[in-house]
């Protein structure tokens, strides 16, 4: 694949050690549809050997949001400094140890882990604590669920907003146990960029499943890690063809271990095969998908007054036309509380414009009237198998549209054609992601000097309508791309 020649600067970077620095400027890439896997495995392998052989003229564009760090801010001169390049994997994953207590090890875990790193051997002694490990911090989650779940009422009680809401509770942490998931993820990096630099790969998987822990130490670990080995031993040859006449010091082979073991996780995903479209913009690779609307997860609920005006501006722009285009959701997966090796799809960021389009499409097949939109709620949601937060959402902004005589309204009664058209829509146009990378800030905690993180975890619990948790609107904020493309409902 060729890029353009068309330059696209982002920023200069500065001195100042507190002020940001901003992405390196990269050329254009043409966008590209329907892109095979070995497009996208081309677009990781040269972020890999970008880390041996970096050329500052053409850096590669970066997945979202692995240059970014809280929402879609950037990192100071200060942190570039302190850990290195943060567009890589190992500088930004060390900082987010450093920084953020609550992304270390799990109390439950401490010990464990404290064992494993006396041993002379992280990997080769991994195989034999990944079982106690594993388990120790799902019991981790599962107290962390209790403690959330033990106030709500039952299902019987009904399924109002506040039936949903509980306090935050994150799994057990301390500085300590931060300080000793750092220790494993640098330790095992080392061990495992000094043994392929040897030519011995024995470990590969090992390693791959101490990164995962590392990045999310509760859901990390659920799932099968064999397609993602191979990927990572496919990208190593690639990286190892490139780099054969070239002298790679220690350090260099840690940072391309961490760099594989991002990448390889990020094509490992069960939707990378359905990606349909490749935006490139300023520093970004952004792979979308078309995913099922009625199969999508959601942790946060909406409100309903944003809702109706994302309606109003969905409806004009499908006036006289014959499709909408919408700004992607954000969309990425995480483990079934049921069936840990099954994978939910949720939404991360665009819960608004998704309830939107549902809210749509059920007036288009209910009639735009109050009692006929309330009475074939319940049947819309039993054919499409939404669960009890769907029908929560939809209900609230029903009563929205229908409390009082309104623009939106009145705009989807006199516009009953482009109503219509949602009424065949299946598919939103999403970006995919991965929850783990991302340093989510709970706005419901923490101050703007001190920031708090939600836990990966967080994802898995209110996601899951088994759970029967659900985040208010507004509590979370993952941030999104600044460019972004527009794409069609289907």
Not at 99 to 125: D, M, N, Q
Request: aromatic share 8%.
């Amino acid at each position: 694949m060729a890029p353009s020649t068309e330059s696209a600067p982002v920023g200069d970077n500065c001195r100042d050690a507190n002020t940001l620095r901003y992405p390196h400027p990269r050329r254009l890439l043409k966008d590209l549809t329907n892109p095979t896997f070995e497009d996208l495995f081309g677009l990781a392998l040269w972020r890999v050997i970008d880390i041996a052989i970096p050329n500052p003229a053409d850096r590669p564009p970066r997945l979202f949001p692995t240059a970014e760090n809280i929402r879609d801010t950037f990192f100071t001169m200060q942190d570039w400094l302190d850990f290195g390049d943060m567009e890589t994997e190992y500088a930004r994953l060390s900082y987010t140890l450093s920084k953020y207590t609550e992304r270390g090890v799990p109390a439950r875990c401490a010990y464990t882990v404290a064992e494993l790193l006396a041993a002379p051997g992280i990997l080769g002694r991994w195989n034999a604590v990944y079982p106690d490990i594993r388990s120790q911090a799902t019991e981790a989650m599962m107290e962390a669920l209790h403690a959330m779940t033990s106030g709500l009422p039952t299902p019987a009680e009904g399924v109002r907003e506040q039936h949903y809401i509980s306090d935050l509770v994150d799994y057990g942490f301390s500085d300590v146990h931060q300080s000793i998931q750092l220790q494993l993820f640098h330790r095992s990096s080392q061990e495992i960029a000094y043994m392929i630099s040897k030519g011995n790969s024995s470990l590969i998987q090992e390693y791959v499943q101490v990164h995962a822990f590392v990045r999310d130490p509760v859901g990390g670990l659920w799932g099968d890690f064999s397609r993602q080995v191979a990927i990572f031993q496919n990208l190593l040859s690639g990286f190892s063809s490139r780099v054969a006449n070239i002298s790679l010091e220690s350090e260099a082979w840690t940072r391309v271990v961490a760099q594989l073991a991002l990448e390889s996780s990020f094509l490992a995903q069960p939707y990378v095969p359905n990606v349909s479209y490749v935006h490139f913009s300023s520093h970004y690779q952004l792979p979308y998908v078309n995913v099922k609307l009625d199969e999508l997860a959601r942790a946060e609920l909406s409100v309903p007054e944003r809702v109706m005006a994302l309606i109003l501006e969905m409806l004009l722009e499908t006036l006289g036309k014959s499709r909408c285009l919408m700004i992607p959701i954000v969309v990425t997966t995480v483990p079934s509380l049921a069936d840990g090796n099954r994978r939910l799809q949720i939404i991360i960021d665009g819960n608004t414009r998704a309830t939107a389009v549902m809210v749509l499409r059920l007036l288009a097949m209910s009639g735009a009237e109050r009692r006929g939109a309330f009475a074939y709620l319940d049947t819309y949601c039993q054919e499409r198998g939404l669960g009890s937060k769907w029908h929560q959402d939809i209900l609230r902004v029903l009563r929205e549209l229908f409390k009082k005589e309104n623009t939106c309204i009145q705009e989807i009664r006199k516009n009953h054609t482009a109503v219509q058209q949602f009424a065949s829509v299946n598919y939103i146009p999403a970006l995919l992601v991965q929850e783990s990378v991302f340093q989510t800030l709970c706005l419901r905690r923490g101050s703007p000097e001190k920031p708090r993180l939600l836990q990966p975890m967080h994802q898995t619990l209110h996601n899951d309508d088994s759970s029967g948790l659900a985040l208010p609107a507004r509590s979370q904020s993952h941030g999104r791309p600044t460019c972004y493309t527009l794409l069609p409902l289907k």
